[in-house]
T-cell receptor, first 111, second 112 residues
Framework: KQEVTQIPAALSVPEGENLVLNCSFT??????LQWFRQDPGKGLTSLLL?????REQTSGRLNASLDKSSGRSTLYIAASQPGDSATYLC??????????FGAGTRLFVKA | DAGVIQSPRHEVTEMGQEVTLRCKPI?????LFWYRQTMMRGLELLIY????????DSGMPEDRFSAKMPNASFSTLKIQPSEPRDSAVYFC??????????FGPGTRLTVT
């Protein structure tokens, strides 16, 4: 059974800092991995999708990497801003094309 | 495109009542997913459809829950009878093939 873990559970950083969020999964037989952002009381906004055959994806200040063999993905945020404050979720699509979410990392960027 | 549309946005009902949540996926998307989010359990996949056909409903918690997709532009999630432990935010999402999933704004359900 696929399990998805996100570390740390919460993170507080000063504005301008570069940071890395981690996502690990137990079954490497995945179809793709997607990173989302969720603001309090809101829905999920898709940030990046990495197919199983890809190693990384970039969008603006965001870069996501995928290492299937080690069961890990990282989301790198460059030059963090207060507007980046939100909960970041990773979702793994694996066997049977079911999507399993991690519990999320709550990020707070201080001005 | 307006994105995934869900209604109602908020629902408050009494225990034992029937609740129906509605979803309109993004036009052209062939996959539709229903999720439930709670503080205790996070985001859980309840059921998903491909071309209007339910593919995996193993996440549906009990027989009190049912979902239908009568056509490509509409799906419902029904709870009958509702219980307080069903209180959660229910999300609908859609995707083209098995690509990027797009989420609706969610329905916040409170069962008293």
């Amino acid at each position: 059974k696929q399990e998805v873990t996100q570390i740390p559970a919460a993170l507080s950083v000063p504005e301008g800092e570069n940071l890395v969020l981690n996502c690990s999964f137990t079954d490497s037989a995945i179809y793709n991995l997607q990173w989302f952002r969720q603001d309090p009381g809101k829905g999920l906004t898709s940030l990046l999708l990495i197919q199983s055959s890809q190693r990384e994806q970039t969008s603006g200040r965001l870069n996501a990497s995928l290492d299937k063999s080690s069961g890990r993905s990282t989301l790198y945020i460059a030059a963090s801003q207060p507007g980046d404050s939100a909960t970041y979720l990773c979702a793994v699509k694996g066997g049977g094309f079911k999507t399993i979410f991690g519990a999320g990392t709550r990020l707070f960027v201080k001005a | 495109d307006a994105g995934v549309i869900q209604s109602p946005r908020h629902e408050v009902t009494e225990m034992g009542q029937e609740v129906t949540l509605r979803c309109k996926p993004i036009s052209g998307h062939d996959y539709l997913f229903w999720y439930r989010q709670t503080m205790m359990r996070g985001l859980e996949l309840l059921i998903y459809f491909n071309n209007n056909v339910p593919i995996d409903d193993s996440g549906m918690p009990e027989d009190r829950f049912s979902a239908k997709m009568p056509n490509a532009s509409f799906s419902t999630l029904k709870i009958q009878p509702s219980e307080p432990r069903d209180s959660a935010v229910y999300f609908c999402a859609s995707s083209l093939s098995l690509g990027e999933q797009y989420f609706g704004p969610g329905t916040r359900l409170t069962v008293t």
